[in-house]
């Protein structure tokens, strides 16, 4: 499975953007996807993730209302979006996608640990000036 981020940019406290998260190879079937980042000298940090089904979501509470992730699985694709709103400074970021392909299913309590994920994009720039 490859997974490509974009919808990256610079942009100003306040604004929105829209992150999407194209998967291929291995497409076939559905699994969980979750988005997570990274700021400058700071550890990968859980955003959001969605279970296989689109039934349920989850959130970091830093991003809780403000955020949004959905998905997007016609053609047999797992496709999943981040729609970011009210941005903040401290949302600057590289930001990436990962997929739950081999592992139990997301749940409630799983969906924060890096290492339920096997793959993993190569990350989207997100810098948002004050």
């Known amino acids: 499975v490859q997974l490509v981020e974009s919808g990256g940019g610079a942009v100003q406290a306040g604004d929105s953007l829209r992150l999407s998260c194209e998967t291929s190879?291995?497409?076939?079937?559905?699994?969980?996807m979750g988005w997570f980042r990274q700021a400058p000298g700071k550890g990968r940090e859980f955003i959001a993730a969605?279970?296989?089904?689109?039934?349920?979501?989850?959130?970091a509470d830093s991003v809780k209302g403000r955020f949004t992730i959905s998905r997007d699985d016609a053609n047999n694709k797992n496709t999943v979006f981040l729609r970011m709103d009210s941005l903040k400074p401290e949302d600057t970021a590289v930001y990436y996608c990962?997929?739950?392909?081999?592992?139990?299913?997301?749940?409630?309590?799983?969906?924060?640990?890096?290492?339920?994920?096997?793959?993993w994009g190569q990350g989207t720039q997100v810098t948002v000036s004050s």
């Open positions: 969605i279970t296989w089904s689109g039934d349920n979501t989850y959130y």
């Open positions: 190879g291995r497409t076939f079937g559905k699994y969980g």
């Open positions: 990962a997929a739950a392909v081999h592992g139990p299913p997301i749940t409630h309590s799983s969906a924060s640990n890096s290492n339920l994920y096997d793959y």
